[in-house]
């Protein structure tokens, strides 16, 4: 009778663990709730003009707070409980997070300069000026190298196995 050896595990090539570039997207994690709900006070602010708004202006305004809530917080938070565990999901799921991100603030933007065009207008503030082009430029940049990096790093390759 033989008798069956467990197998070893298989061995990897190359780095792994948290370290390298992907100690870089762990602090943006770590950080991004961090100034979200600082920025999050702006949003407060905003309440004492709710009434004045109309309903789909109203409604516009409170899915874009929870909109930024999950963008900007949740899904950060989420996605450092997946980096630390080392779970496997975590690659893909931050691909997501990554690509949405850009979209996000274009689609703000868009819905923003729909719904409520008039009033920034009315109070001389342009919403496509040069701040939010910097902010939609570095979303797509700060996507593209992670995204890349996610899907490309033998070190995420090797470290995201659970």
Same mark, same amino acid.
């Given at each position: 009778?033989?008798?069956? #050896?467990?197998?070893?595990?298989?061995?990897?090539?190359?780095?792994? &663990?948290?370290?390298?570039?992907?100690?870089?997207?762990?602090? &943006?994690? /770590?950080?991004?709730?961090?100034?979200?709900?600082?920025?999050?006070? !702006? !949003?407060?602010?905003?309440?004492?003009?709710?009434?004045?708004? +109309?309903?789909?202006? #109203?409604?516009?305004?409170?899915?874009?707070?929870?909109?930024?809530?999950? $963008?900007?917080?949740?899904?950060?938070?989420? @996605?450092?409980?997946?980096? /630390? &565990?080392?779970?496997?999901?975590?690659?893909?799921?931050?691909?997501?997070?990554?690509?949405?991100?850009?979209?996000? $603030?274009?689609? =703000? @933007?868009?819905?923003?300069?729909?719904?409520?065009? =008039?009033?920034?207008?009315?109070?001389?503030?342009?919403?496509? =000026?040069?701040?939010?082009?910097?902010?939609?430029? !570095?979303?797509?940049?700060?996507?593209? /190298?992670? $995204?890349?990096?996610?899907?490309?790093?033998?070190?995420?390759?090797? +470290?995201? +196995?659970?």
């Amino acid at each position: 009778m033989s008798e069956i #050896q467990p197998s070893a595990p298989l061995a990897r090539e190359g780095p792994e &663990g948290i370290g390298g570039y992907l100690v870089v997207p762990m602090l &943006g994690l /770590i950080f991004m709730p961090l100034a979200g709900l600082v920025v999050f006070e !702006h !949003h407060i602010g905003l309440s004492e003009y709710f009434s004045l708004l +109309t309903g789909a202006q #109203q409604v516009f305004v409170v899915a874009e707070i929870f909109g930024y809530l999950a $963008i900007a917080v949740a899904c950060p938070l989420g @996605l450092l409980v997946l980096l /630390i &565990g080392k779970r496997r999901a975590f690659p893909r799921l931050y691909i997501v997070w990554a690509a949405v991100s850009p979209v996000s $603030i274009l689609t =703000d @933007l868009a819905a923003a300069s729909i719904l409520l065009g =008039d009033i920034f207008e009315a109070q001389g503030v342009a919403l496509f =000026d040069g701040e939010a082009a910097k902010s939609i430029q !570095h979303s797509i940049v700060y996507s593209v /190298i992670w $995204i890349l990096y996610m899907q490309k790093s033998r070190r995420v390759q090797n +470290t995201f +196995t659970q």
